[in-house]
């Protein structure tokens, strides 16, 4: 009830609103294979130096979508902290090579109270095994998409939490993404600021406005999915 009185409040479409409570309804006849998938995935974590776990109860949904994975190559985060995103792609999706863009500065809004020194060694350990597919750039997003010039299939945003910076990264995000391609991006209802208009829901409603050929796959507790399916519109 609460998240749906946020969708109200951020005043998202009731398309939107329709396909979260879709989602939330097929949960409930696949509370197992959801447990299942969930508590492998964290029996695989605790070998790995993890301090925060905001991903793991993501798989089951990421898992539902891996027809966009299968058979492609090219996966780009923007926000990698400790790296149990990119780990899940990396374990899961073997031909898949993963790009990861993490300042890990406190200038990236929600890093403020970490150590994130510590948190950038328990990447680079966390990731070892698979450092024959996996491109570190520690770089703030808005420098890597200056320079960039790759395309990619699978997008995922879980970088500054603040609407302007959301919608930054949403935009360079989709200018980079193939067609076809799925975009994620993270912490839906996060409600860090008192203003309604700083979260990052506003950022990705705002983002939204200037594409039309798109399909929203779903949105979940956390995440929203969305598909590219032509060419985007100018941006304002």
């Keep these: 009830m609460k998240k749906f009185l946020y969708l109200i ?22 509370k197992n294979l959801r447990k299942k998938i969930i508590k492998d995935y964290r029996i695989f974590l605790k070998k790995k130096n993890i301090t925060q ?31 149990i995103s990119a780990m899940y792609v990396l374990k899961e999706f073997p031909n898949i090579s993963v790009t990861c863009v993490d300042a ?3 200038t990236t809004d929600g890093n403020e109270v970490f150590n994130l020194k510590t948190v950038e060694k328990n990447f680079d350990y966390n990731t070892q095994k698979f450092n024959r597919r996996i491109k570190k750039i520690k770089k703030l997003s808005s420098n890597f998409f200056i320079s ?17 910076d959301v919608f930054e990264d949403c935009k360079n995000a989709w200018i980079f993404l193939k067609e076809d391609g799925l975009l994620i991006l993270d912490d839906f209802f996060w409600k860090k600021y008192n ?20 399909k929203i796959i779903k949105l979940t507790k956390y995440q929203l999915f969305i598909k590219k399916i032509n060419n985007e519109k100018k941006y304002h």
Excluded at 57 to 65: A, Q
Excluded at 195 to 214: R, W
């Design 148 to 164: 960039n010039k790759n395309k990619y299939d699978v997008i995922y945003i879980d970088g500054s939490h603040k609407a302007d």
């Design 9 to 30: 409040k951020v005043n998202i479409n009731l398309k939107l609103i329709f396909i979260y409570f879709r989602h939330i309804f097929f949960l409930k006849f696949n």
């Design 195 to 214: 203003d309604i208009n700083e979260n990052v829901a506003y950022g990705i409603k705002k983002f939204l406005k200037t594409i039309d050929s798109y």
């Design 104 to 106: 890990w500065s406190k």
């Design 53 to 83: 776990d905001w991903f793991s109860h993501n798989t089951f949904d990421w898992y539902l979508e891996k027809k966009y994975f299968l058979g492609k190559r090219n996966y780009l985060e923007i926000g990698s902290f400790e790296g």
